[in-house]
């Protein structure tokens, strides 16, 4: 799948219209029991509560993993949850930051693991005291589920279907993040979100489930939790933030982006042969100008486009996305976007931009 498809754009438009009017994201409105007075930020649906109260969270708001620490640090300090990735660090440095994660938080935050890659670093984070683990790409085994629970700390586990979901219940996770085909970076949902959200709220029962995939503003927060999710998980809108480790000219493409400006793509595999949704650019158009050549095929696939002082070269088709520090031909490297992209705006810091999600979500 290249390109933005007529069924996509439809889609894109249905969650926009279920947001502004108040519907749920599976499509029909969904009973959602709330409490009877009002809560600070509005009214607060009795599953977002509790895990607000479980994590000691001012809103039902998910960081998404990339972005880097100290995006994750304004988060969690601004009253939401964080997020880092750790699938691709050493276990010394994994251990390292979370250590400096614990001392400037509150322990809100958790940390992803990819398991299209061996969680070699899972151990050193656990013994540095981290408080909650997130798997995605798979279902962890009883082995690491019983690493996590000796450990103290809480499980959770992204979804995209409600068959998935049921497997994850499996491992009786403190929570679920139902992914939709809508999201940014690599995406493991197969249906957008109206397709799969009330089967894996059904087969959540009681368990808090969260909502991703193309979630950029609090219209689509409010409309999260009133199809009776705990809250949202967002990505994109956070990269395009002062503290996101993102490249300045990744965040400018952010902001530049409109409605059609992102395309699901297996051409950004050389590291992970995984679809993912990416902003359009002159790499992707060149290599759909080929017809979408296999790896070994593509065009200038053996040049450097650009360069990091910790990373080092990154070549044309790479997984890495364009950070601080890169300097080359940025325009031509993988920039991750969901299908929320056109609300990407403004430029703020991760607090300003949580209190205004906060005061959108209230509006709605």
């Not at 649906?45 to 969270?57: A, P, V």
């Not at 397709?195 to 709220?201: A, E």
Request: proline letters at 5%; aromatic letters at 6%; glycine letters at 10%.
């Amino acid at each position: 799948m290249n390109g933005v498809s007529d069924k996509s754009i439809t889609r894109r438009r249905f969650i926009k219209q279920s947001a502004s009017i108040g519907i749920g994201l599976s499509g029909a409105a969904r009973a959602v029991t709330y409490n009877n007075e009002e809560q600070e930020g509005g009214f607060m649906s009795e599953k977002s509560q509790s895990i607000m109260d479980c994590y000691g969270l001012k809103y039902p708001i998910f960081q998404a993993a990339p972005g880097g620490e100290a995006l994750a640090v304004a988060v969690a300090n601004s009253g939401a949850m964080g997020a880092v990735s750790l699938t691709w660090d050493t276990p010394e440095h994994a251990a390292k930051v979370i250590t400096r994660m614990n001392q400037a938080t509150r322990r809100n935050y958790y940390a992803n693991f990819v398991l299209h890659f061996e969680p070699t670093m899972l151990d050193a984070a656990l013994q540095a005291g981290c408080p909650i683990v997130q798997f995605s790409f798979g279902i962890p085994s009883e082995d690491i589920v019983d690493k996590i629970r000796l450990a103290g700390a809480q499980l959770g586990i992204q979804v995209s279907s409600p068959d998935n979901a049921s497997k994850a219940m499996e491992r009786a996770p403190d929570f679920l993040i139902c992914q939709g085909l809508e999201a940014g970076g690599h995406v493991q949902a197969t249906s957008p979100l109206e397709d799969s959200v009330q089967g894996v709220l059904d087969a959540a029962g009681e368990t808090p489930v969260l909502i991703a995939g193309g979630i950029s503003t609090g219209k689509d927060i409010r409309a999260a939790v009133d199809a009776g999710a705990a809250g949202a998980v967002l990505g994109t809108r956070f990269m395009a933030t002062q503290e996101s480790d993102a490249h300045d000219v990744y965040k400018q493409s952010l902001l530049d982006a409109g409605e059609d400006s992102t395309s699901y793509t297996l051409c950004f595999n050389r590291d992970w042969n995984a679809m993912h949704r990416v902003l359009r650019n002159s790499t992707l158009r060149k290599w759909e100008a080929e017809g979408c050549p296999d790896t070994g095929k593509k065009p200038g696939e053996g040049d450097e486009v650009a360069d990091h002082p910790v990373f080092g070269p990154a070549m044309r088709y790479e997984t890495i996305p364009p950070l601080q520090g890169h300097e080359g031909a940025l325009e031509e490297m993988a920039m991750y976007a969901g299908e929320g992209v056109a609300a990407v705006n403004d430029l703020p810091t991760a607090g300003e931009l949580i209190e205004e999600l906060w005061s959108e979500y209230q509006g709605a």
